[in-house]
């Protein structure tokens, strides 16, 4: 079946940005006849969804094996409201088919606050919300991945399989395995466990103590991730679709690397994204090239975790301004402060740079293990200068563990430093410093996934004192919402149990949450009190022998040295890169960072 979009007519133009919903992009590669169907749903707006790159890898990953891969994004709830009471289901971009009648539903679970939008998704398209109401009827398989699915335990009960890890292969191995087994038989279950990065949430049962805790797992109790090896091999597409309206990110983006050295101990990303792998030179230049020519966009955009890192940039900068129009832009969006020099920057409009030292004292940053100090800070900020910028975004959290005043107070210590040093020449600019606090959220599989969030109470001393501090000219605060904050540490470290809470929420009209406009913590509430959660049981700090929701799953870091690094931070001792020597992390014999030397566990 395909919709009829002629019946859309007098709904597009009711909605705001229609264009989200006509399809028709420039480089849509759909196809229409294929052994097999997969749509790529990304739980939030078109123009954040267009954006995002895994989702494409993903699709790419699928077309190479000869199937179909489509798109579909959540509607905004003029639209969503407009095609229920019209009784027309939820439909993707190229080929106009009703989710409904793809083979595999592919859910991007990229931020915790998405997950009743997955809902919102599949109930606009027809389609029962629990696995266990799908038991009986042809619907196609529900499946999540991207970063949340590391604990996908929230949402385990809505879906059919969870990709953990990279997706290049094991998203298109299970359709290959699908078609051979004639569908989701049980054979097709059984074979598909059999893969890394393959979760099935029916196969593993969750034990619950007299206390409400988790005292066990029973059924399939140890999932491995999958690690692409090899990036110069895996699945890139050459050509992306155009979005019909202006997106978040606006370009070109190439992959230089998957994971980080760092070590953070707060970032989720820089554990669960490990090892680094890097693409060469050739490879990255060559897909720049074929995205330039295939889309017509004008900048190109050097992505990942921490591109500064990235050993041979220089040569890379240099491959790709040979190579490109002489009109394409260069844009380097994860410099750290340690990694700026002026020659990745001179391709930018000199307006504003950003740097996240993330804690204002150098006893904090030594806490959470961000190997950077406050001259190279300084000295950062002196040479942005010099090339005639004029504005500096600084990014810090706050709720930090051992978190003080004074490390507050060291905030308005950095912006008093880099004032001092752009003043010391006469400047045609003014300066502008822009501050930007966000909460601290614990996340599983970091040092820091036992820890406790700051109290309502606590998050509202610091926003004042913040407030106070930062009362100065040429200086401009924003912080995160509190709220938000703690609704994404209870999703980030949640069980089964939260899954009727997320319905619930859902069906009390929670969706969108990650707008703030659109969100409203007071439903949600509602929604905790009515199932009887409180989410203080999630935001507390974790004993380090407690079961944790997600212990089954390997990530290939092991709970030992995230213990290490954890009680590390307490000590204030700083275990830096990964480039300067291996800590043992658990995944030394895939690292090619670690090149066979590491210290024993």
């Known amino acids: 079946m395909t919709i009829d979009m002629s019946k859309l007519d007098d709904i597009l133009k009711r909605v705001e940005k229609p264009a989200r919903y006509t399809g028709g992009e420039y480089g849509t590669q ?8 997969f749509c790529m749903a990304f739980p939030d707006l078109y123009e954040v969804g267009m954006s995002n790159l895994g989702t494409k890898i993903v699709a790419e990953s699928f077309r190479r094996r000869g199937y179909s891969a489509d798109f579909c994004f959540a509607p905004y709830k003029d639209f969503g409201e407009e095609i229920r009471k019209a009784g027309i289901p939820l439909y993707s971009l190229g080929l106009k088919k009703p989710l409904a009648e793809f083979d595999m539903i592919g859910f991007s679970l990229q931020y915790e606050m998405c997950y009743t939008n997955m809902l919102y998704m599949l109930d606009l398209a027809g389609i029962p919300l629990y696995r266990r109401d799908r038991q009986n009827g042809r619907y196609p398989l529900i499946v999540v991945g991207g970063p949340c699915a590391v604990n996908p335990e929230p949402v385990a009960d809505f879906v059919d399989i969870v990709f953990i890890g990279d997706g290049e292969s094991a998203d298109a191995d299970v359709a290959a395995i699908y078609l051979e087994c004639g569908g989701a038989t049980e054979e097709f279950y059984r074979r598909i466990c059999a893969l890394d990065g393959v979760y099935v949430p029916a196969m593993t049962q969750v034990k619950y103590g007299e206390d409400g805790r988790i005292c066990g797992f029973e059924g399939i109790t140890h999932v491995k991730k999958a690690i692409v090896s090899d990036l110069d091999s895996a699945p890139f597409p050459s050509s992306q679709p155009v979005p019909n309206v202006q997106s978040v990110f606006d370009r070109s983006i190439i992959e230089v690397m998957r994971g980080c050295y760092r070590g953070c101990r707060f970032c989720q990303a820089g554990f669960i994204y490990r090892p680094v792998r890097q693409r060469s030179v050739q490879t990255l230049t060559s ?12 900048e190109v955009s050097l992505n990942s975790l921490s591109t500064g890192d990235y050993p041979r940039l220089k040569e890379l900068i240099h491959s790709l301004k040979a190579a490109l129009p002489k009109d394409v832009t260069l844009a380097l969006p994860s410099l750290r402060v340690d990694s700026f020099d002026g020659d990745f920057a001179q391709d930018a409009r000199r307006i504003s740079l950003t740097f996240a030292p993330e804690a204002g004292t150098q006893r904090l940053r030594d806490v959470i293990n961000k190997d950077i100090t406050e001259d190279e800070i300084i000295n950062a900020a002196a040479s942005a200068f010099d090339m005639g910028y004029s504005a500096v975004k600084l990014y810090f959290m706050m709720g930090l563990p ?3 005043d004074e490390d507050l107070k060291g905030i308005r210590r950095i912006c008093d430093l880099i004032k001092g040093v752009y003043n010391r020449e006469k400047r045609s600019k003014a300066l502008r410093i822009s501050v930007s606090v966000s909460t601290f959220v614990p996340k599983p599989f970091t040092p820091f996934q036992w820890e406790g969030q700051i109290s309502a109470v606590q998050s509202a001393h610091r926003q004042e004192a913040l407030k106070k501090l930062l009362f100065i000219r040429g200086v401009s605060l924003s912080m995160s919402d509190y709220d938000t904050a703690v609704l994404e540490a209870v999703l980030a470290r949640g069980d089964r149990k939260l899954a009727r809470v ?13 707008w703030l406009d659109d969100f409203n913590a007071s439903t949600w509430r509602e929604a905790f009190e009515e199932c009887g959660i409180d989410m203080a049981d999630y935001t507390r700090e974790r004993a380090e022998d407690e079961i944790l929701p997600w212990d089954f799953i390997d990530t290939g870091v092991t709970k030992q040295f995230l213990l290490r690094e954890r009680h590390a931070a307490y000590d204030g001792k700083v275990s830096g890169s990964c480039l300067k020597k291996c800590n043992g992390c658990g995944l030394m014999k895939v690292c090619p960072a670690a090149g066979g030397e590491h210290d024993s566990l």
Do not use: H, N, V
Request: hydrophobic residues 35%; proline residues 3%; glycine residues 8%.
């Open 287 to 298: 897909q720049a090239c074929a995205l330039i020519s295939s889309t017509g966009y004008e």
């Open 402 to 404: 051992t978190e003080t």
């Open 502 to 514: 997320i319905e619930l929420a859902y069906r009390k009209g929670c969706i969108l949450d990650g």
């Open 30 to 37: 759909a196809k229409a006849d294929a052994p097999f169907y």
